[in-house]
């Protein structure tokens, strides 16, 4: 089984990787789009092969294929993980990628590199999948730089934009940022444990707290948590199938699955625990939050993945890494829908993103709107819907937990701006008058723009129920508990929903209250990025030049004042001192000199 297992795995992994091999071996060797395309869904359905075989048989098995000895007691072998995650996980993010891909075919269709921008897509897909089935930290660390390489050449694509410049630099910086907690983690375990094998890394009964706290600062960077998280939604200056494939199935969920990869390593450590709980949370409820007044249709949904990131990171730090994982295979389906939706909007609209400048779309663009309002219905936890089956649970294990009450505080309270800005974004681009002059007719009646879009639908209503049949969380919640807490979440999204046309309405009359710092917190991001990306770096150039101009004033007062008399006594002293030199001729000349001067001046 475990041969058979192997075998699929790497013949559904070479299928994948066969347009790029062949474009290395054949420099004159270009991948069509369609051809990417159609490797990409055989690659899905040779996936689930596999992954069938191992829900029937349920036997985890580690690979070994290579050794790279670089020092006498260190070996890198190059190992593979097939067991629950990545099993599960390599058909979500092919049927995922699939999808995106095909309705790239339309979306970009009149882009002159089209053929880089797929083989940019594939590389960027088969990084991520690296990085799910490795076993080892380096060839986890070749997928986790893999994908963030590629999100910096994909997001800055319109390289003739200033703004999708300046957005490629900040993911890569940022990403920076949490690479270095990578490395150190790295370096601690290659010196106490002596490998980079990750389950051998299991075996220490407490892993101490640093190395951990360089893993939870990795994952910040990678899943956009609190404190690293503006590159997340300055990302949207990239084309939509770049932000749909980013947001749903790569990059983003990087760093929750390192976390959920090394989860034994923090069991035992209730600080790092905590420090997930606490971060997840305030990331989740300040995403949330920050959604609630943005007006641009991508950055809302940018901002509900970060949000729902959030979400998951305080199932990590419930202990519960199975549940980070339930949320991921749903949110993957409805977030991807969510921005092919919003791109068929944009697309149709002449590049107009703007919800207020929407509106009776519902008329005009009835599949992709369905598809919309099934998307937002998901992503709030509307019962027997894909986000449902995740969401649900993870709330009702934080109620369960004796851990924080402040994280479940901020995660209801994230759950009610989650139904707000949603249904807001819903009604605003649906109902009501069209607030937009259509220059030219809109059109979906291509099947590579509904196709995707209703494949992805019907992952958004069906996956949690099949996903949850077959991930079972090894600690499940106590099964008594009072209505109300087994009821909190939809009671909160149902709050959620009744405050969303007010909020609506206030947008659409635009009545401006009068203005203040407390009410342009959300509008205004937080005042995150002006605090740190312009108030520190202005104070620190005015304090640098403030002391560069004192100190180069101060240098040459010095030297026109006493250090420069003192200086010119010397010179003086000197040049006196060497005309004596105790010589008969020296004096005669000096004489002769003097008489000469007096005489010139007094002609």
């Not at 200033?162 to 010196?191: C, H």
């Not at 409820?285 to 959604?291: I, N, P, S, W």
């Not at 009821?487 to 709050?495: R, W």
């Amino acid at each position: 089984m475990e041969t058979m297992l192997n075998t699929l795995m790497l013949a559904t992994l070479i299928t994948l990787a066969t347009p790029l091999l062949l474009q290395i071996l054949s420099k004159k060797f270009e991948p069509h789009p369609l051809m990417i395309t159609r490797t990409t869904k055989t690659a899905f359905l040779m996936s689930l092969l596999p992954m069938m075989l191992f829900m029937h048989s349920n036997a985890e098995c580690i690979t070994s294929y290579w050794e790279w000895k670089i020092m006498m007691n260190f070996k890198i072998p190059l190992s593979l993980k097939m067991d629950q995650y990545s099993m599960m996980f390599f058909p979500i993010a092919l049927f995922v990628t699939w999808s995106i891909l095909q309705f790239a075919m339309w979306y970009m269709a009149s882009e002159p590199y089209i053929n880089k921008f797929f083989s940019y897509l594939l590389t960027f897909l088969i990084a991520m999948l690296t990085l799910t089935i490795a076993n080892n930290m380096f060839l986890l660390f070749i997928g986790w730089e893999g994908v963030g390489i590629m999100s910096f050449l994909l997001i800055g694509w319109w390289q003739g934009r200033a703004e999708a410049n300046t957005a490629a630099l900040q993911a890569v910086l940022y990403n920076r940022i949490g690479d270095i907690g990578l490395i150190l983690s790295m370096m601690w375990l290659a010196s106490s444990t002596n490998t980079w094998e990750i389950q051998q890394n299991f075996s220490q009964t407490c892993t101490p707290t640093l190395p951990l706290l360089g893993l939870i600062l990795a994952a910040t960077g990678k899943s956009a948590q609190f404190g690293l998280h503006p590159w997340l939604p300055a990302a949207m200056e990239g084309p939509t199938p770049v932000s749909a494939l980013l947001h749903s199935s790569t990059m983003v969920v990087a760093g929750i699955f390192l976390l959920i990869r090394t989860n034994p390593m923090f069991t035992n450590n209730q600080t790092a625990l905590t420090l997930c709980l606490c971060l997840g949370a305030l990331s989740t409820l300040f995403a949330a939050t920050c959604a609630l007044t943005q007006n641009d249709i991508k950055k809302i949904i940018a901002f509900s993945t970060s949000s729902q990131l959030g979400l998951m990171m305080v199932a990590l730090g419930l202990n519960q890494p199975q549940l980070a994982f339930l949320h991921i295979s749903p949110h993957a389906f409805f977030k991807a829908m969510l921005f092919l939706c919003s791109g068929s909007i944009i697309h149709n609209l002449n590049g107009e993103q703007d919800i207020r400048k929407m509106g009776g779309l519902q008329k005009l663009l009835p599949v992709t709107t369905t598809c919309l309002t099934i998307g937002n219905l998901a992503l709030m936890g509307t019962p027997f819907l894909a986000g449902f089956y995740s969401k649900d649970l993870i709330i009702e294990n934080l109620n369960t937990s004796h851990l924080n009450t402040w994280a479940l505080l901020f995660t209801l309270l994230a759950t009610v701006f989650t139904a707000t800005y949603t249904m807001r974004m819903t009604l605003m681009v649906q109902t009501g008058h069209i607030r937009t002059a259509v220059i030219t007719p809109m059109n979906e009646n291509n099947p590579t723009i509904t196709n995707p879009i209703t494949r992805l639908a019907m992952g958004s209503i069906l996956a949690g129920l099949l996903i949850t049949s077959y991930i079972i969380p090894t600690k499940t919640p106590p099964m008594t508990m009072p209505t109300t807490t087994k009821t909190a979440a939809l009671i909160v999204t149902a709050l959620g929903i009744a405050l969303a046309p007010e909020l609506m309405n206030m947008t659409q009359t635009l009545t401006q209250p009068k203005q203040n710092t407390y009410l342009n917190f959300s509008s205004s991001l937080g005042y995150y990025n002006p605090l740190t990306h312009r108030l520190t770096t202005t104070k620190l150039l005015n304090n640098g030049q403030k002391l560069a101009t004192d100190l180069i004033g101060l240098s040459w007062y010095k030297k026109m004042g006493p250090e420069g008399l003192a200086a010119l006594q010397l010179m003086m002293t000197k040049a006196h001192t060497t005309a004596h030199t105790g010589l008969i001729k020296a004096y005669l000349e000096s004489f002769a000199l003097s008489i000469l001067i007096i005489l010139f001046y007094l002609d």
